[in-house]
Each structure stands twice: as C-alpha cells, then as structure tokens.
C-alpha cells in the first residue's frame, strides 16, 4: 500500500506541478496582456497630452493676437480723435493769422476788427458743434453743481440758487463736462 500511497502521491505533486505551471503561464500571459494595455493607455494619454498642449498654445496664441489688435485699435482711435481735433483747429488757426496779417495794414478800421473777431467767434462754434462740445450757458437757470461752479452769492428778488449772472461759460463734450461755467448764484433777501 505504500507503494500506492506513494504512487498516488507521486501523481498528485505531478498533477500540482502541472497546475502550478498552467498557472504561471496563464500569470505570465495574463501581465503580458495588461502590459500591452497599460502601453497602449499610456500612448492614449500622451497623444490626448499633445492634442491638448497643441489646443493650449494655439489659444495663447490667439490671445496674444487679440491682445495686439486690441492695443492697435486703441492707438488708431486715439489717433483719429487728435487728427480730427487738430484738423478742426487749423481752421481757427488759419482765421487768426488771416486777422494777424489784416491788423499790419494801416488801413485798420474798428468795424473791421470787430467783424474779424465776430467771424471767428462764429467759426470757433461751428468747430465746437461738429467736435460735439456744447455751451453751458445757464443764465436764469436753476444753479447745477454738476455743471456749474457758484464763484459768489447776490440777494435777489428770485428764488433761491438760480443763476444770475454767468461769469465764464461752461463746456461739455457729448455728457462729459469740460469745464463748469462759473456763475453767480441768487440768495432770497
């Protein structure tokens, strides 16, 4: 009986040592297919890393771009502003020299400086009018500090802060205000 008792164990280690290996091969087939899954993640990955590093750089990119045009529109703005002032003043200019040159003469006659000066005046508002400056002119108007500037009160029979007298007419460009107009303001007796 030993004889078969040793037999039987005898087929019973082969039969182990036969499962061991099975095992061991199916291990080692096992990682090799999780090896070539973990390689080819890993390659998913670095392609889906350099789609989105070639994403971010070409934002940036655009970014910077907005960035210039954006600055450069800026100074074009900028730019026009001055030249259509400056185109606008060389006409008051040109007025001035032209009464510069007429006061050398010695024909100078007061009607012709006042209507020199009147002319000028004129052209002066019309370059205001198409810059959109417009007048404060707030005589006998209900005193603004927004846009006016009380310099003084005077006792009055009107009521109280209207504006009296204008001392220096006030400016604004569309809704901003260029400068107040300096007034002086009524006080009830």
Same mark, same amino acid.
């Given at each position: 009986? *030993?004889?078969?008792?040793?037999?039987?164990?005898?087929?019973?280690?082969?039969?182990?040592?036969?499962?061991?290996? %099975?095992n $061991?091969?199916?291990?080692? @087939?096992n990682?090799?297919?999780?090896?070539?899954?973990?390689?080819?993640k890993?390659?998913?990955l670095?392609?889906?890393?350099?789609k989105?590093? *070639?994403?971010?750089? $070409?934002?940036?990119?655009?970014?910077?771009?907005f960035?210039? $045009?954006?600055?450069?529109?800026?100074?074009?703005?900028?730019?026009? @502003?001055?030249?259509?002032?400056?185109?606008?003043?060389?006409?008051?200019?040109?007025s001035?020299?032209a009464?510069?040159?007429? @006061?050398e003469?010695?024909?100078?006659?007061? *009607?012709d400086?006042?209507?020199?000066?009147n002319l000028?005046?004129?052209?002066?508002?019309e370059?205001?009018?198409?810059?959109?400056?417009?007048?404060i002119?707030?005589?006998?108007?209900?005193?603004?500090?927004?846009?006016?500037?009380?310099?003084?009160? $005077?006792e009055?029979?009107?009521?109280?802060?209207?504006?009296?007298?204008?001392l220096?007419?006030?400016?604004?460009?569309?809704?901003?205000?260029?400068?107040?107009?300096?007034?002086?303001?009524? %006080?009830?007796?």
């Open positions: 009986m *030993d004889t078969k008792n040793e037999n039987q164990k005898e087929i019973n280690k082969n039969n182990l040592d036969k499962e061991s290996l %099975k $061991r091969t199916e291990s080692n @087939s990682s090799i297919e999780d090896s070539e899954d973990k390689d080819k890993i390659e998913a670095l392609e889906e890393n350099k989105l590093n *070639d994403m971010f750089l $070409r934002s940036k990119a655009e970014l910077d771009n960035q210039k $045009r954006t600055v450069k529109q800026i100074q074009q703005a900028q730019l026009y @502003s001055v030249e259509k002032l400056s185109s606008e003043l060389l006409v008051i200019i040109d001035l020299e009464a510069s040159n007429l @006061s003469g010695t024909n100078l006659k007061i *009607d400086f006042i209507e020199g000066n000028l005046l004129k052209t002066t508002k370059v205001f009018e198409k810059l959109d400056i417009e007048e002119d707030p005589k006998n108007q209900d005193f603004n500090p927004e846009y006016h500037q009380a310099m003084s009160t $005077r009055s029979n009107k009521s109280n802060n209207k504006v009296l007298e204008v220096q007419k006030g400016y604004k460009l569309k809704t901003k205000l260029l400068r107040p107009a300096l007034v002086i303001v009524s %006080k009830k007796n």
